[in-house]
């Protein structure tokens, strides 16, 4: 039996989600695969960057609103950003504050972004997720991924699945 999803919106992101973004992820938890907490810096590089996948790919890792408006992290896809991995290809990727884990949101706008990637004629999608990560693991299972290739990430020195799903 198939659970249903909770509403989400996704937007480009604005200069305010970068102080948004760092809120939410600045949390050993959400980051605990990621090499932890970063810098409002961090953010603002990323946001910005997100906003010009948009202006030239139409679409890019998108803000995620709840039901009630509120910013609760990020989804969507970009070109794979690193010198390492599959290189060239299109990530799919989400991260969301823990207040909103376990409650479907990941997968739905997981799901919106597959939607507006295979619109926008992406043949295909990968995902990259730390070995010991099984709540991002799931959610890419639930999206209908199948397991790849691995890598080792050279900065965290620990394996990350590579995950593929055809568009």
Same mark, same amino acid.
Request: hydrophobic share 40%; proline share 6%; charged share 30%.
């Given at each position: 039996?198939?659970? !249903?999803?909770?509403?989400?919106?996704l937007?480009?992101?604005?200069?305010e989600?970068? #102080?948004? @973004?760092?809120?939410?992820?600045?949390?050993? %938890?959400?980051?605990?695969?990621?090499g932890?907490? &970063?810098e409002?810096?961090?953010?603002?590089? !990323?946001?910005?960057?997100?906003?010009? #996948?948009?202006?030239?790919?139409? #679409?890019?890792? @998108?803000?995620?609103?709840?039901?009630?408006?509120?910013?609760?992290?990020?989804?969507?896809?970009?070109p794979?950003p690193?010198?390492?991995g599959?290189?060239?290809?299109?990530?799919?990727? @989400?991260?969301? *504050?823990?207040?909103?884990w376990? &409650?479907g949101?990941?997968?739905?706008?997981?799901? =919106?972004?597959?939607?507006?990637?295979?619109?926008?004629?992406? /043949?295909? =999608?990968?995902?990259?997720?730390?070995?010991?990560?099984?709540?991002?693991?799931?959610?890419a299972?639930?999206?209908?991924?199948?397991?790849?290739?691995?890598? %080792?990430?050279?900065? *965290?020195?620990? /394996?990350?699945?590579?995950?593929? !799903?055809?568009?």
């Open positions: 039996m198939s659970r !249903l999803l909770p509403a989400v919106r937007r480009v992101p604005t200069d989600d970068a #102080h948004a @973004w760092h809120r939410v992820f600045d949390d050993p %938890r959400v980051m605990e695969y990621l932890g907490p &970063r409002l810096s961090v953010y603002e590089e !990323l946001t910005a960057r997100q906003r010009r #996948h948009d202006a030239e790919l139409g #679409h890019c890792l @998108w803000t995620v609103l709840d039901e009630d408006g509120e910013v609760i992290g990020f989804a969507g896809a970009q794979w690193r010198a390492w599959p290189v060239g290809e299109m990530e799919i990727g @989400w991260r969301l *504050a823990s207040s909103a376990g &409650r949101y990941a997968s739905a706008a997981a799901r =919106v972004t597959l939607e507006r990637l295979r619109a926008a004629g992406v /043949p295909e =999608v990968v995902a990259l997720v730390d070995e010991r990560n099984e709540r991002s693991l799931a959610v299972r639930r999206l209908g991924m199948t397991p790849a290739e691995s890598y %080792r990430s050279p900065t *965290a020195d620990r /394996p990350v699945r590579c995950l593929r !799903l055809a568009l």
